[in-house]
């Protein structure tokens, strides 16, 4: 599930004694496009929560809603929070990364802060911690010799200091004539189906790796000196 932060609430209603947010700004788990949601009071009731489903105004593909009460103090307005259910949303970049082994915290710390204050549209603290994030990067492979360095330059430098090929030697290694891998995916072997899940992430992983990866940085990369250049 995704949480909707309050910096994306256009607009609320009253539900009950309950204030809920009616229309809000989030990006569509099915095409991805950031778009406003108008939030339908056709809810039904949970043992924890209230659940409702709506139109995306970009594909009319259906979003599910899930709107959770908030514990309050006495005196306080009774609201909920409100998250958007996205199988997708465990795939995001922020929650890979806290499950890798050997990703420097000041990394996970700087690119969360970056991810929250870009939710609270604030776009000159966006800027700062984005900065810290590719600084944060360029730390953990080049260490602290290249810190007097341009970003510009560091990151020409970033490739002499990783083993880019590694990942594709690695799977070399795994498809191997006497591994067994090769052997389930020639038939020879019978595969299970944790196994073929397994396979399914790796090619996934590997597609991403390959293809994906670097197109998106070739496009945003694009995008961003077209914008950079109307400014």
Do not use: W
């Not at 209603?13 to 949601?37: A, D, N, W």
């Not at 259910?85 to 990703?103: F, V």
């Not at 020879?188 to 670097?214: A, H, K, N, R």
Request: proline share 5%.
């Amino acid at each position: 599930m995704r949480k909707i932060h309050p910096g994306f609430v256009n607009a609320y209603m009253r539900y009950g004694h309950l204030k809920i947010p009616k229309s809000v700004q989030c990006e569509c788990p099915e095409c991805q496009e950031i778009t406003e949601f108008t939030i339908t009071a056709n809810f039904q009731n949970s043992k924890n929560g209230m659940i409702t489903e709506c139109s995306c105004p970009c594909c009319k593909k259906s979003a599910v809603f899930i709107i959770m009460p908030k514990e309050t103090t006495p005196g306080q307005e009774e609201h909920a929070d409100m998250y958007l259910y996205d199988l997708k949303a465990s795939k995001h970049t922020i929650n890979q990364l806290e499950n890798l082994p050997n990703i420097p915290n000041d990394l996970v710390r700087a690119y969360r802060s970056a991810i929250n204050v870009h939710q609270s549209k604030e776009n000159s603290a966006t800027a700062v911690m984005s900065k810290r994030v590719i600084e944060s990067i360029l730390k953990h492979f080049l260490g602290e010799q290249n810190k007097k360095q341009s970003i510009s330059q560091q990151l020409e430098a970033l490739p002499n200091h990783i083993n880019l090929a590694n990942p594709i030697l690695s799977l070399s290694q795994l498809l191997a004539d006497n591994e067994t891998l090769l052997r389930m995916l020639e038939l020879e072997t019978e595969m299970d189906y944790e196994t073929s899940t397994l396979v399914m992430d790796l090619l996934e992983s590997l597609i991403d790796y390959l293809f994906i990866l670097p197109g998106k940085i070739e496009m945003t990369q694009a995008k961003i000196v077209k914008a950079t250049r109307r400014a």
